[in-house]
């Protein structure tokens, strides 16, 4: 999976590319681990171009947010294709998540400058 790494303000998005599944969760919790360790703690993930999520990158978002809780910060994520949008939904964790439907409208909600 590729994870590419943007700031807007004091908001860091992650937007990934590609499956979140065992191999690649790992690698994306190492990357949030070394924001946070760096008092970077507002984060958002963008997943549009996630083609595949399993229980483990469930387990993984879920390890996450707890992770950034703790930290004082927020998660939130943005644009789920609809086949990860339909897992979200089915495992209700679509509840749980701040879940928007674009980057720009994540980024208001921080208020932080919109993405062009």
Known sequence: MEIILEAYGNVYVLSLRGKL???SAAGLKARVKSLLDDHKNLIHVCLREVDFIN?????????LLKEIRLHRGRLTLSDLAPYVNEIFDITQLSHVFEVFPT??????SYGAIPVA
Not at 55 to 63: C, H, P, R, T
Not at 103 to 108: G, Y
């Open 21 to 23: 599944d065992l191999a």
């Open 103 to 108: 980057v720009e409208e994540a980024m208001i």
């Open 55 to 63: 229980s483990s990158g469930l387990g993984a978002m879920v390890s």
